[in-house]
């Protein structure tokens, strides 16, 4: 029975994917920070911010299997703020949670990582694409983070473990609940984009409407783990006007942005 450890075990993406592959039999071990009522797959509550959680967690997991056959990445946080606004604090927590958070994991756990082993990193539809207003430190970490799956990707090759990166668009999770809250307190609050700011929660929740159960990530997560040769790339619900818009040259989409939001 194959050992898979899964990040953010307690988030929609994260705990429908634990269910799911243990489902399939897999042996699941999960993290997260939340609490957990008792799961039928083996759960630890980590601060994935905390070096020392993370290490106890490895040691937790070394105790009772001798490898993982993957690591699945679905640890991270959603953040709409302005980039002249938000805190300092803010701004190293998003990237603490969405790019650290997985550096860490990665380093702690890779003596159970074996030749065959796999590394599927969670990352998002907007990670390859130019950046938008206001989604900018979300966008950021993201783009952070698919660079450094592509850089991981490379290292781990050389010891026959396979790096895979999953862009979903948007998923129907508590995420995306915390990520409209997130909005209103921006167009709240903001002090230099009310109108903006505004025009651009509109927005959001039109794209965000198309949403996807998360259930189909997780299904996606396990058809990356079953294949002989995974993809280095599974997209999912991408919208299709953010992509036609990053078609576009850089300076085109910053005039188009203005317009439509000043």
Not at 178 to 192: C, P, W
Not at 216 to 236: E, G, Q
Not at 247 to 262: A, D, E, M, S, Y
Request: proline share 4%; charged share 20%.
């Amino acid at each position: 029975m194959a050992a898979v450890l899964v990040t953010g075990a307690a988030g929609g993406m994260g705990r429908a994917t634990c269910k799911y592959l243990h489902d399939l039999g897999y042996r699941v071990f999960g993290l997260d920070i939340a609490a957990q009522e008792d799961t039928p797959w083996n759960y630890i509550r980590t601060d994935l911010t905390d070096s020392a959680q993370v290490e106890a967690a490895y040691q937790a997991v070394a105790a009772q299997t001798e490898q993982l056959y993957a690591i699945v990445h679905m640890a991270g946080i959603y953040e709409l703020n302005s980039l002249v606004e938000m805190t300092e604090q803010e701004f190293a927590r998003v990237f603490e949670i969405n790019l650290m958070a997985c550096f860490r994991v990665n380093r702690s756990f890779l003596p159970l990582l074996k030749q065959g082993s796999r590394v599927l990193i969670t990352t998002s539809e907007l990670a390859p694409l130019d950046p938008l207003p206001f989604t900018g430190i979300y966008g950021i970490s993201k783009t952070a983070l698919e660079r450094y799956a592509d850089s991981l990707r490379m290292e781990l090759q050389l010891l026959g473990i396979r790096v895979s990166v999953l862009r979903p668009g948007a998923v129907k999770t508590g995420l995306l609940s915390v990520s409209t809250r997130r909005l209103e307190d921006f167009v709240a609050n903001t002090e230099h984009y009310a109108c903006n700011a505004e025009r651009f929660r509109r927005i959001v929740d039109r794209v965000e409407a198309k949403n996807i159960p998360p259930e189909k990530i997780a299904a996606l997560v396990a058809k990356a783990l079953k294949a002989r040769r995974p993809r280095l790339c599974y997209n999912i619900n991408r919208n299709p006007l953010l992509r036609l818009l990053n078609l576009l040259p850089l300076r085109t989409q910053v005039w188009i942005i203005g317009k439509i939001l000043k």
